[in-house]
């Protein structure tokens, strides 16, 4: 998971020295600068943010005013704070004001990314996970009555967001600049993260009200009503019903089914959108024809589609017809929205 | 078992379900309008099953309705639902009664307390 750090100091020639500096380590995180508090505190809103490094002299906006903005705003972004002019003091202030560390200049590069690489090892202390489903994983850690921050990455559209707990309930969560509920929200509707779990949380406030649960079902159900809403509006595929049993593509001269069905999905969902590769292949007839049966049993029409999870490198999406086609699909794709695309009828 | 799936089969538009051993046998049905045909064990239930081999789950779309079939320990469960079904959280529910159940021991043994029970 990508570390960034951000580095704020009104001293450009410090401030490019520190980045130069630490770009040496560009294997352990990244740098971001600020030349200020404010410019700071926007760089906050849009990225996520792992450790804050700051001066404390500045104008428009000191450290220890970015330090409390930081403390109140985002709890679980840790801030070493630095000076030229430093005291016991001062460096009492600073720790009692909620920062991690506080470093004297003139400093080594050494000595500095020493202490972000301590800080930012604790961000993944508690373990990390790759590409799983969120909220199966977080009932458990409610369940688990668990207190601590999870940094998630959604796979898909790489995004970043937290999610504070603390004794297993739902305090916080925060993507960007969104807070609460609606960050929590939009954090349960990743289909796939990598995420990264710290054995604390330094959120204090609750800002989520709802337990966990209720906030999980409120996200799939704001989740389907987007899909329902087609909120990235998916126009239908060029496809018809034949008077037999499935689809057919409406005959192109310029283009085969594979290349029809290729260049609608993706010209609506984007490139990746997760379409891998598309064939006919009659061995899923077996499956195609019980599935059909059911259909008959239950009175539910004509069979047009069946999505196929085989816990394999690729999903399958089956299009009956006289020839079955075969949609390859990654299993991170935005499942809903392709069958949408695929099901919903155009009128020739 | 009613209670076991109690959340599912509150969910919106979900008209019903059914759980199959993996030799076709019905577990359990639990429907909000009768069907006209009981969905009982029978060979057209084991070639369903059978072809449904290797696979973990899958949506199927009807022109009606719309059927999710999830791979469970024991066997598939059966989801029939509408088309306005919200699907993302019959999957997170179906997700939550797999690994909670597991946890807490409930499936083990289930199939035959259910054999009792019907």
């Known amino acids: 998971m990508t570390r960034n750090i951000l580095v704020v100091d009104d001293d450009q020639e410090m401030l490019l020295s520190l980045k130069e500096g630490l ?33 404390i002299r500045m104008g428009r906006m000191d450290g220890f005013t970015l330090l409390t903005y930081i403390m109140q705003y985002y709890p679980g972004i840790p801030v070493i704070l630095m000076t030229g002019y430093g005291t016991d003091d001062t460096e009492r202030q600073a720790l009692a004001r909620g920062a991690l560390g506080y470093i004297e200049k003139p400093f080594t590069i050494e000595n500095l990314s020493r202490q972000i690489m301590t800080v930012t090892r604790r961000e993944s202390d508690g373990g990390t ?44 969560a925060r993507v960007g600049n969104l807070q609460g509920e609606a960050a929590a929200y939009e954090i349960f509707a990743w289909d796939e993260v990598n995420l990264s779990i710290q054995n604390a949380c330094h959120q204090k406030e609750r800002k989520i009200k709802s337990d966990l649960q209720a906030v999980l079902l409120e996200a799939m159900r704001l989740k389907d009503e987007a899909a329902d809403n087609g909120e990235e509006p998916v126009s239908p595929l060029e496809l018809k019903e034949e008077s037999g049993n499935g689809y057919e593509v409406r005959e192109s001269k310029e283009m085969s089914i594979t290349n029809h069905i290729k260049s609608k999905v993706e010209g609506k969902l984007g490139k990746k959108c997760g ?72 009128t020739p | 078992m009613k209670k076991l799936f109690k959340h599912i089969l509150s969910t ?3 008209k019903g379900i059914m759980l199959f051993s993996f030799e076709g046998e019905l577990i359990f049905k639990k429907f909000s309008s009768p069907l006209s045909e009981e969905p009982k064990g029978s060979a057209r239930w084991l070639n369903v099953i ?59 043994g289930l199939r035959g307390l259910l054999k009792k029970a019907n």
């Not at chain 1, 560009?26 to 490094?53: H, Q, R, T, Y």
């Not at chain 2, 529910?93 to 499936?107: E, P």
């Open chain 1, 23 to 55: 770009e040496g380590y560009g294997e352990n995180f990244s740098v971001l600068m600020a030349g200020d508090g404010l410019v700071a505190v926007e760089k906050l809103k849009i990225s996520p943010i792992s450790l804050v490094v700051s001066d």
């Open chain 1, 129 to 172: 996970l790759q590409g799983i489903s969120s909220g199966n994983f977080l009932q458990l850690i409610g369940m688990e009555e668990k207190t601590c921050t999870i940094r998630l990455v959604d796979k898909l559209y790489d995004k970043h967001g937290v999610l504070f707990f603390k004794e297993g309930e739902l305090l916080n």
């Open chain 1, 275 to 346: 379409l891998m590769d598309i064939c006919e292949d009659d061995s899923w007839d077996s499956l195609l024809t019980q599935m059909a049966k059911i259909g008959e049993f239950l009175g539910a029409g004509k069979l047009k589609l069946v999505y196929v999870d085989k816990e394999e490198s690729n999903d399958f999406i089956l299009l009956p017809g006289q020839e079955t086609t075969v949609i390859s699909v990654n299993p991170k794709c935005p499942r809903e929205r392709i069958i949408q695309a695929l099901t919903d009828k155009q």
């Open chain 2, 12 to 14: 919106e538009d979900v």
């Open chain 2, 50 to 108: 059978n072809s449904l081999k290797g696979v973990k789950e899958v949506d199927v779309i009807f022109e009606k309705t719309r059927l999710y079939a999830r791979r469970t320990e024991h066997g598939y469960l059966l989801i029939l639902m509408g088309i306005f079904a919200p699907i993302a959280m019959i999957r997170l529910n179906c997700d939550v009664l797999l690994s909670s159940s597991k946890q807490m021991g409930i499936i083990k």
